[in-house]
C-alpha cells in the first residue's frame, strides 16, 4: 500500500555522519576535529558532506540535537516509568543520570564540553548547548513544585548543580563513589523538600 505522504526520513549518509561526528565529537572534542576525518570515518563523500551540513558548524549543532533527543528521551522514560509519585520519579531521574555516568565510555556531559569549547554566549553553539539546559532546569521544575512548590526553583537548580558536578567527577575519580555521592544527595534534597511540605501540610 502507498502513501501521499513524503518519506521525511533521513538519509543512511546524513545518519552515518552524525553518529560518526557524535561518537568522535563526544569521545575526543569538537576543535581537535576536522570535517575531513569525520568524512573519512563515515565512509562518504566531501559532497556528500556539505549537501547534508554546509559546514562543520551545521553538524555540530545537529550532534548536540542529537545528544539533547537521547537525553530527552531518557528522563521522559524514567519519569514515565516511576509511577505517580513525584519523589519516585526525581529519583528515577537520578538513577538515569547515575547509570550514564558508570557506562562504558563516560567522558561528562556533552555540553558543558562542548560550553568549555564554545564560551561566547552569542554563539549559535552556545545557544544551543543554553535551549538544553533550560529544558532540563525546566523539567525538574515541574517535577520537584510537586514535592514542594514554594521550593521548586531552588530545588531544581540545586539538582542540577549536583548533577553537573556528579558528571564533571565522574570521568575523573571512581564513578561508583561519585554515583553513590550524587544519589545520596538527591535524597537528601527530597527528603528536605518533602518534609517541608508534610510540616507546613500539618500547620495547615
Not at 517535577?143 to 521550593?151: G, S
Request: glycine share 8%; aromatic share 6%; net charge negative.
Amino acid at each position: 500500500m502507498t502513501s501521499g505522504a513524503p518519506d521525511i526520513r533521513p538519509s543512511e549518509a546524513r545518519t552515518r555522519l552524525l553518529t560518526t561526528a557524535t561518537r568522535i565529537f563526544y569521545a575526543e572534542g569538537i576543535h581537535s576535529v576536522g570535517v575531513d576525518r569525520i568524512i573519512a570515518e563515515a565512509k562518504v563523500t566531501r559532497a556528500t558532506f556539505y549537501r547534508h551540513f554546509p559546514g562543520k558548524e551545521d553538524l555540530i549543532l545537529a550532534y548536540l540535537r542529537e545528544v539533547h533527543a537521547m537525553d530527552r528521551g531518557q528522563i521522559e522514560a524514567a519519569i514515565a516509568a516511576a509511577g505517580p509519585s513525584p519523589v519516585d520519579q526525581a529519583l528515577a531521574v537520578a538513577g538515569t543520570i547515575a547509570a550514564g555516568i558508570q557506562s562504558p565510555g563516560f567522558r561528562g556531559c556533552a555540553f558543558l564540553n562542548a560550553a568549555a569549547e564554545y564560551p561566547d554566549e552569542a554563539h549559535p553553539v552556545h545557544q544551543e548547548i543554553i535551549t538544553h539546559r533550560q529544558w532540563f532546569l525546566d523539567t525538574l521544575t515541574t517535577l520537584m513544585a510537586q514535592v514542594h512548590q514554594e521550593t521548586a526553583g531552588p530545588a531544581a537548580r540545586h539538582f542540577v548543580m549536583l548533577r553537573d558536578g556528579a558528571m564533571a567527577a565522574g570521568c575523573l575519580f571512581d564513578p561508583a563513589l561519585v554515583v553513590e555521592t550524587f544519589l545520596r544527595g538527591i535524597e537528601g534534597l527530597l527528603r528536605i523538600n518533602t518534609e517541608r511540605r508534610s510540616a507546613e501540610s500539618a500547620a495547615g
